[in-house]
């Protein structure tokens, strides 16, 4: 792993609100930052071992639904395997991580694929037949290097992404 992949990885962790704010907007959503999980899955003999970079737990406002982990991957630069990488990381979440009291709950899954330099030049991945049924896979993107640092830092605190225009009161 890179410095830039390691230096992302502390930032995420030291402000773990404002990365996940910006990775949420415009999804239009009101989920709040939990904690990061360890999501480290012990693989069968003769299986990769995969771990994703940073994990967040993220909850509804209203705690109407389960909560979500959203999986990040920092990139340096494009990986042509990354969007199967993380649909492989997002089933196995999906499949194997629980919550509650009984640990019986299914999370639901968000991948972000953060990119530190350039820009993600494939968003989804996209096995689904004409009339829509199949798999399809669309994490959250963010190209670092196309926001600019004055709307970033004139940005208003806001809670993790609440949209445009609502109050944190």
């Known amino acids: 792993m ?14 773990a609100e404002a990365v996940i704010r910006r990775v949420l907007r415009g999804a ?27 994990v967040a737990e993220l909850v509804e406002e209203n705690a109407a639904g389960p909560p979500w982990l959203l999986v990040f991957e920092f990139q340096a630069r494009h990986d042509p395997e ?14 194997e991580a629980r919550h509650g009291d009984d640990r019986r709950g299914k999370y639901n899954i968000l991948v972000a694929l953060v ?3 350039g820009e993600c030049p494939e968003s989804v991945l996209d096995m ?21 640092a004055g709307e970033t830092l004139d940005a208003p605190h806001r809670l993790v992404g609440r949209h445009e225009g609502v109050d944190d009161d």
Request: no cysteine; glycine share 8%; proline share 5%.
């Open 115 to 117: 990119y530190l330099r």
């Open 28 to 54: 239009n959503v009101a989920l709040r930052f939990r904690g990061w999980v360890d999501t480290r899955l012990t693989p069968r003999p003769g299986q990769r071992d995969r771990t994703a970079d940073r």
């Open 2 to 15: 890179g410095v830039l992949d390691q230096a992302a990885r502390y930032a995420a962790q030291a402000d």
């Open 82 to 95: 990354k969007l199967d990488v993380t649909l492989a990381e997002a089933g196995q979440l999906r499949l």
């Open 128 to 148: 689904t037949l004409p009339d829509g049924r199949g798999t399809r896979h669309a994490p959250l993107i963010w190209n670092v290097g196309a926001d600019t």
